[in-house]
């Protein structure tokens, strides 16, 4: 499902430029989950990046479902996203000024399906928001928010899952609920997950869990799965 | 443009501007303001203009006016004039005026008119009354005069002042004088009588600060301009200033014109601010949306559709 290639990807800044991801290797099955912990700064919100075609690496390949980001260009690339990307975010980054229903429904519009608003709808009953579907992200609290940003990201069925600390802003009871809402969903739609934490015991539900250090990853002695 | 692209564009509007009009506040005031104060002060200064041309006679006095200082038009002017429209004369001084007792005093604006005056517009009396009744000399001189010279030389209607060597009865109070023109300011109040009395006052002497206008009502006043060029011709070293109806409250018309200018160039000042006012509206607005773009670029939004959304947002903004 993923293959990456001795990636690297430089970032410009003011002070010249920064050696964030220092040649990467990483290979992941279709269904698999793997999660990656490592310090803030490590890299590890990079790598989603360029696994979604939102960063170009400087050097080497990723490859997503058999496609070369590297090949594509920005066209391609949204496409790719929506019909292969879901990505859940630490700041659930719901579009404040929509409903629930239309947040959800939103990559499935940019997709172009017809009953996407059916769709969305169904995808937040089966989180369990099917009474909030009106409602404003400012109206819900943050365990719904993530929970209208698990609908969203699992209503195009996509192939890849990126989740980026996905618990982080949610108190430890909300966020065991959320996790283990977005495994069902994994589970049920066998989606790849790569999911960023720094919690432990939940990387350990993952199949594989991966360090990253410093741009590198490293593999964890002792796979759970 | 697809349309399928434009209806996703639309859609999305929509729902972003549910957030409002926020950061546009300031564009739109300046906007707001610009157009406002020019097309405000441009018809304020044209109805200001229509109405004194409108009022143009009754502000000169007359269609044609002739004003000469210290000395009076010599017969063969005057009998040519006359030959031309009806004459009236008028002339004006600063002088003293005292009550009876002498001994309060204050400078006036002392104006002796004849009896066709005024040729246009009418003089507010109080008590009413006609001007020819007020200024009627048959048994004794009389006077109108403006009602901050009865405060000063604490006297009232009825009662004797004198000017020069003549005492006046004040008949009445002036309240409106159709052709003292906008002045920044007057030396005094106005002290109306007629040329009979001005002369019974003895200050008409050679070398006397006497200023004389003779006003001209013609048949048609557009000839005024036509009959201007021809005393000029005709009088070419009477030394006198000529004007016409057109040319009444010169200085009002240039203050007018002066404001307009001014206040368009705030206008325009306002505008500018306006127009750069779109940029750092736009910026900010944009700004406050880039998480949106974002997110919506995560979720696999072509980039046109993006584009075309806030180039729709901002047009719609900068429409309203």
């Given at each position: 499902m993923i293959e990456i290639k001795n990636l690297h990807l430089s970032l410009v800044g003011g002070a010249g430029p920064v050696n964030i991801l220092r040649g990467v290797h990483l290979n992941v099955a279709g269904g698999e989950t793997i999660s990656i912990v490592g310090p803030s700064g490590a890299g590890k919100t990079t790598l989603l990046m360029a696994l979604s075609g939102l960063e170009k690496p400087t050097s080497g390949s990723v490859k997503v479902a058999g496609i070369d980001l590297t090949t594509l260009n920005e066209d391609e690339l949204a496409r790719f996203r929506r019909e292969h990307v879901g990505i859940v975010f630490q700041s659930f980054h719901l579009i404040p000024t929509m409903t629930a229903l239309e947040n959800v429904a939103l990559p499935l519009e940019f997709a172009g399906i017809r009953n996407s608003e059916e769709q969305a709808k169904a995808a937040l009953e089966k989180t369990g928001l099917g009474d909030r579907i009106e409602h404003f992200p400012g109206e819900l609290s943050g365990g719904e928010q993530q929970r209208v940003a698990l609908a969203r990201a699992f209503v195009v069925k996509p192939s890849l899952l990126l989740a980026d600390e996905p618990t982080g802003n949610l108190d430890r009871e909300t966020g065991k609920m959320v996790m283990n809402l977005l495994f069902d969903l994994q589970e049920e739609h066998n989606t790849t997950l790569i999911l960023v934490t720094h919690d432990e015991m939940l990387a350990s539900r993952c199949h594989r869990s991966v360090h990253m250090i410093d741009g590198q990853l490293k593999e964890l002695p002792g796979d759970i799965a | 443009m697809n349309p399928q692209t434009l209806i996703q564009a639309l859609r999305l509007v929509r729902r972003e501007l549910r957030g409002g009009l926020r950061g546009f506040g300031v564009f739109l005031m300046c906007l707001f303001l610009g157009v406002f104060a020019i097309s405000a002060i441009g018809s304020f200064t044209e109805s200001a203009k229509s109405g004194l041309l409108a009022d143009a006679s009754a502000l000169l006095g007359g269609d044609l006016e002739i004003r000469l200082a210290h000395r009076e038009l010599p017969t063969t002017a005057v009998d040519y004039l006359k030959t031309e429209g009806e004459l009236s004369h008028v002339m004006t001084m600063r002088t003293m005026v005292a009550n009876k007792s002498g001994t309060q005093r204050v400078l006036t604006e002392l104006k002796a008119v004849d009896t066709v005056y005024p040729f246009y517009g009418t003089v507010g009396i109080e008590p009413q009354q006609s001007i020819a009744i007020a200024l009627d000399n048959s048994h004794e001189l009389g006077a109108l005069v403006e009602a901050p010279l009865l405060t000063r030389l604490d006297v009232k209607v009825g009662d004797l002042v004198k000017v020069g060597s003549a005492d006046f009865r004040i008949r009445g109070i002036i309240t409106s004088e159709p052709d003292r023109s906008v002045r920044p300011f007057n030396l005094g109040p106005r002290f109306m009588t007629s040329i009979a009395g001005l002369s019974a006052t003895g200050l008409l002497q050679p070398g006397s600060l006497v200023y004389h206008a003779y006003r001209l009502r013609l048949s048609d006043r557009t000839e005024a301009t036509q009959l201007k060029t021809e005393l000029g011709e005709r009088?070419?070293?009477?030394g006198w200033r000529l004007r016409s109806w057109r040319e009444a409250t010169p200085r009002v018309r240039f203050f007018l014109d002066r404001m307009n200018q001014n206040l368009t160039l705030i206008g325009l000042c306002a505008l500018l601010v306006g127009g750069l006012g779109v940029s750092g509206a736009v910026r900010g607005y944009l700004t406050g949306k880039i998480t949106h773009i974002a997110t919506m670029k995560c979720l696999g939004a072509p980039g046109r559709l993006i584009f075309t959304a806030y180039l729709l947002q901002v047009l719609l903004m900068l429409r309203l």
């Open positions: - | 009088f070419p070293e009477a």
